[in-house]
């Protein structure tokens, strides 16, 4: 691993926060019920508002996204090891254990979608953006370039990875290697960004230097909050420096 990884993603830590891994007072199970029920009607709300905003063909590749994306949900609520519940096996879908983390996670969903529908006044890719599977990625566009800062936390047992650096873009492609970046480093990273119907398309190749075992940065992003400035001079640095600022 190339170093420590110094913080999550504010969208996963507000999931982490509503599952197991805070070390706050257990809900009850009534607690945990309404708290999952009032987010999921807010994804609800935000499912329809897509639904009403998106062009027929659009919505119906997201309903595939997000049938697969209700399983990813459940994979995570019912695993122990993400809840951090002292049970065997998968947690029952009325557990409040389940209920606390499913409902984190259905927090980030809703971002996603109302990104995914949202008019942003600024026509760059500068931004917070969020896959909603556990990555994200703080974009700055300067004169023909991404300065990018890329974190992932992926799967129960929160594999860590992240990345910063600067990237060539060409509407709308880009391309990121880290040859020569460095010199004890032998082979050649690459992520490629593709813009597609509001989606950041991330493919990367040779990164595994970069995260754990099971931890990848490929995803469809969608811009989720803007940064003021202060935060996109803190990318731009980190993005020059190839080091992942410290929060």
Not at 164 to 187: C, E, H, M, Q, Y
Not at 194 to 204: P, S
Not at 210 to 218: C, E, L, W
Request: charged content about 25%; overall charge negative; hydrophobic content about 40%.
């Amino acid at each position: 691993m190339r170093n420590a990884f110094y913080f999550f993603t504010l969208l996963l830590v507000a999931a982490c926060c509503c599952a197991g891994h805070a070390q706050d007072k257990p809900l009850s199970a009534k607690a945990a019920r309404a708290l999952f029920d009032k987010s999921d009607h807010a994804l609800n709300e935000a499912w329809a508002a897509a639904k009403q905003a998106l062009p027929e063909v659009e919505f119906n590749k997201l309903k595939e996204d997000q049938r697969a994306w209700v399983g990813y949900r459940d994979y995570l609520a019912r695993s122990p090891m993400f809840t951090g519940a002292d049970v065997q096996g998968e947690l029952p879908l009325d557990s409040a254990d389940y209920l606390k983390a499913a409902a984190g996670l259905e927090d980030m969903r809703t971002e996603w979608l109302k990104g995914l529908i949202h008019e942003w006044k600024d026509e760059t890719l500068t931004g917070y953006w969020t896959d909603s599977y556990g990555g994200s990625i703080e974009v700055v566009e300067r004169e023909g370039h991404l300065h990018f800062v890329i974190q992932c936390v992926r799967g129960p047992t929160s594999h860590l990875g992240d990345l910063s650096g600067i990237a060539v873009w060409n509407p709308n492609i880009g391309w990121f290697s880290d040859k020569g970046l460095d010199k004890d480093k032998t082979d050649e990273t690459n992520l490629s960004f593709i813009l597609r119907d509001k989606k950041l398309e991330i493919i990367g190749a040779n990164t595994g230097y970069y995260h754990g075992a099971r931890a990848y940065f490929d995803g469809s992003y969608v811009k989720v909050k803007a940064l003021d400035a202060k935060s996109q001079a803190k990318i731009v640095k980190a993005a020059k420096s190839g080091e992942v600022p410290e929060e």
